[in-house]
């Protein structure tokens, strides 16, 4: 029964990956790299159910396509670094793949490599007399390969939540409104597509070792591939709604610096600009727009406020926003008005992070306050 349904969601996973990879390779967007990333991560792992299809259904043979079944395994070492890339291109602007970034398939190709040499070692019936060589090409193949893998997904995870966790910081400095750019959902994928890893390499691990029955590992496998399955789904929809207007942050340049007298004409036009001209009104206001207004570089503003005000862009704009609520909601003079034209009118595009940021800046809901004056 398990392997019934293990092979049929299996075989569900490859088809529709090559679904979204064929929709992909298609979809017409500005972030073409962005895309194909995307599109190149899908294609590997449909690659890799394609080469457990063929193999589970004996449509290829272990005995006559021995090679094949080895050395494609490397493939498992392409998953990682294409997830890496395209979550990189996808948080900075403007990003382009440099020569650099192809040695992050640098293992990839060693581990090919690796699996060749151990596929001609065991054909060819040759016993070595170093036993080093014997048991790195044979007896501790799959132990070499599969530790290998894991290091290299730890690493990569690692990676991978650094970038979304600067980006998430990089856009408060920059958006004053986050409903359409802010990637909290890439974390839960994150720890999805972690688990979907951990299964896949310890039910190779316990298997090596004879840890766990086959039961167990049917579940395991199970377990996994529906958590994979899930998880391109969402990241394909996701993926697709953010091609067409999502853009990155630039990427942090060391460097910049401001004198003391620059700062403080800067931080004493700010305070003068924001109590005259009131930006905090207009939606989606961006430091970009914001530095405009003021005819100053973003950089040197975005500097300004996280060092003089002690804060960052979207924490400053929102202050004020939230400022000029509590005025009209204490005033008689706006009783007429109802809490959702209030948050419109003073910035907010959303009614919940109104009341998120309105709460963690009063410690009261905005229909609380309004009782409570």
Known sequence: MIDSLTDFVLTTAGFELFI????LFFYNTKNKQNRDLLASF????ALLMTRWFVFRFKILSYDYHLYLLIV????????APTLYLYVKSMCFKKYVL?????????????????LSFAYLFYVSGVSSKNQLIYKTFDVYLWNVFWTGNFIQIAIYVVL??????NYQSGILDKYS???????????????LISLHWIFIVSRSLFSIFNIVSNDLLKIVDLFS????????TVLFFKSLLRFKDFEGIDQAK????????EMDILELEVKRFIKEKKPFLKPALTIEDFSQMLSVQPWKLSTVINVRFKTNFYGLINKHRIEEAKKMLKDPQMEYKTVLQILYEVGFNSKSTFNDVFKKLTGMTPVQFKKSV
């Open 20 to 23: 979204l990879v064929t929709v």
């Open 42 to 45: 899908f294609l590997v792992k």
């Open 72 to 79: 494609t395994s490397s493939l498992y070492f392409l998953l």
């Open 98 to 114: 440099k020569a650099k970034d192809w040695l992050n398939f640098a293992p990839f190709a060693i581990v090919a490599l690796y």
């Open 160 to 165: 991978i939540f650094k970038i979304v966790r």
């Open 177 to 191: 409104s986050l409903e359409k750019i802010s990637l909290s959902w890439m974390y839960s994928l994150l720890l």
């Open 225 to 232: 591939i529906s958590i994979y399955l899930f998880y391109v």
């Open 254 to 261: 060391n460097g910049n610096r401001l004198d003391q007298e």
